[in-house]
């Protein structure tokens, strides 16, 4: 079993909808997650972190369930530049190190 | 926010040759950086972790000696892949972070090898 599921999607929603995916992640001693947003061909950049109680930034909500493993990404209003791949990020531990997920690719149209 | 910088950003070599990738901090010190490598529609794999001044740690499958990582500055780190042949195409990707478990990664380099 992989130590991060995303469902790849792809999430083909029209501007103003709202979108919603989760994460599963297999180490039950995952302390800290993270949603990661890459573009095509490009490197991944920080969207938010995950908090225990969630958290929204803006348009996004993030939430974080421990006891079923798994943490979530919605995105409200959705704008065509909100088209792209979120990658959920897991660290397990406090050596730094970042389990990926494949990537829930999400594409907005006009 | 933290910047991390990569060089070359694409480079293209033929089989048999081998090619450096440079990663830089730019406005902080990193003990501690990371390689990862993605494939097509792939997640993120984590090759090495470099630590300046000492050896690096390669994750289980990496072959050491194929990726050569040198960290010698808190600044900058770099890796080599020696003889590339064609399945080492690949977007490489470098993290770094100033405090804290959130990462900076750099622009990547998309390396292919004819």
Known sequence: RKEVEQDPGPFNVPEGAT??????????ASQSFFWYRQDCRKEPKLLMSVYSSGNEDGRFTAQLNRASQYISLLIRDSK???????LCVVISSNDYKLSFGAGTTVTVRA | GAVVSQHPSRVICK???????????LDFQATTMFWYRQFPKQSLMLMATSNEGSKATYEQGVEKDKFLINHASLTLSTLT??????????????SASPTGPGQYFGPGTRLTVT
């Open chain 1, 80 to 86: 065509l530049s909100d088209s792209a791949t979120y």
């Open chain 1, 19 to 28: 979108v919603a995916f989760n994460c599963t992640y297999s180490n039950s």
């Open chain 2, 81 to 94: 892949v020696t003889s590339a042949h064609p399945e080492d195409s690949s977007f490489y990707i470098c």
């Open chain 2, 15 to 25: 089989s048999g040759t081998s090619v450096k990738i440079e990663c830089r901090s």
